[in-house]
């Protein structure tokens, strides 16, 4: 079946480490899709990609990055810069078309810790 | 700015009443509208979704929206709530456009009694 597949599930970070957050998809959807979620706020952009080698901010990038080399991957990095980064993160992924939005089909998402 | 909102955070209703979320879009421009619900500690699912066609639009677990212009509304309903309905409800909008500007409401957590 396709889908979005995010790992890990859990991540747990120190303080002015980098890590990287997985997001593969087998749909063959042209854009893919960062949000941030934090209780109470709903889902803020990070970053988003329409084609392959492309990407864009989102509201909040700042300490982040991410890159796509391949249509199916978008990971995400969460540099030191990211003073809290404690969150709950969803990648998204959409056909595509600026004119019929068709939905977002979400993985599942990754729970990141600074510990 | 363009935004989108759900009224109310927690709802709270007995198994069996009806489920009312309520949610309002801030545009003239009629929007393509989107509801998702999440489970704790998983993605979002698409529930239903308008995209100028029926007015009425009827999605998965028996749930249904009904999109007004007039009101600039989409009030997500079911009209007999079960245990398993009990998460999280975002109501979501877009204009078209950038892909890059879906607009999340602060979502709605539904709590259902037995």
């Known amino acids: 079946d396709g889908g979005i597949t995010q790992s890990p599930k859990y991540l747990f970070r120190k303080e002015g480490q980098n890590v990287t957050l997985s997001c593969e998809q087998n749909?063959?959807?042209?854009?893919m899709y960062w949000y941030r979620q934090d209780p109470g706020q709903g889902l803020r952009l990070i970053y988003y990609s329409q084609i392959v080698n492309d990407f864009q901010k989102g509201d909040i990038a700042e300490g982040y990055s991410v890159s796509r080399e391949k249509k199916e991957s978008f990971p995400l990095t969460v540099t030191s810069a990211q003073k809290n980064p404690t969150a709950f993160y969803l990648c998204a992924s959409s056909m595509g078309g600026t004119l019929r939005p068709y939905g977002y089909t979400f993985g599942s998402g990754t729970r990141l810790t600074v510990v | 700015a363009q935004s989108v909102t759900q009224l109310g955070s927690h709802v709270s209703v007995s198994e069996g009443a009806l489920v009312l979320l309520r949610c309002n879009y801030s545009?003239?421009?009629?929007?393509?509208l989107f509801w998702y619900v999440q489970y704790p500690n998983q993605g979002l699912q698409l529930l239903l979704k308008?995209?100028?066609?029926?007015?009425l639009v009827k999605g998965i677990n028996g749930f249904e929206a009904e999109f007004k212009k007039s009101e600039t509304s989409f009030h997500l309903t079911k009209p007999s709530a079960h245990m398993s309905d009990a998460a999280e409800y975002f109501c979501v909008v877009t204009y078209g456009g950038s892909q890059g500007n879906l607009i999340f409401g602060k979502g709605t957590k539904l709590s259902v009694k037995p």
């Open positions: 749909l063959n959807h042209d854009a």
């Open positions: 308008y995209t100028s066609a029926a007015t």
């Open positions: 545009s003239s421009v009629p929007p393509y």
